[in-house]
């Protein structure tokens, strides 16, 4: 009995510990967002330094096609770039998954390892687990 009580204490002391710790969603972005938010680099799991040089491609996704290459002129990819390593996600917009009509930059490091990808849908960033808001800082 005493063995119980010892397991509750330290159940009930982790299980406030991870109350105080903020919730991600799947690719570490906030699950609510905050004023400041969470860089979108870091949120990827990406080096910011390593967007600077990066090769981005675009692919239109469309539900029965399947993904198609994009040109995206050289404005285009400074913008996506820029936002890739100022913006930050300031929370989850919805709980929406969509099929297709979404937007995704890859971003590929010059050597051609993957660095990270970015989907987008009607002006959301999309996730798995939903879709977020961001800013553009």
Known sequence: MKNLSVITAILSCFILACGAVQMT????TPATGGTDGTFIYEAYG???DALSDAVIT???TDCEAGPQEREIDEAEQESIRNLAMNGKITGRENEMNVTGNTTIYVFTAPDGKHLMS??????????NDGMYN????
């Open 46 to 48: 990406c080096e910011r």
């Open 134 to 137: 961001y800013t553009d800082e």
């Open 58 to 60: 675009c692919l239109w």
């Open 25 to 28: 969603g799947t690719a570490g």
């Open 118 to 127: 970015l989907e987008f849908y009607h002006g959301l960033l999309v996730e």
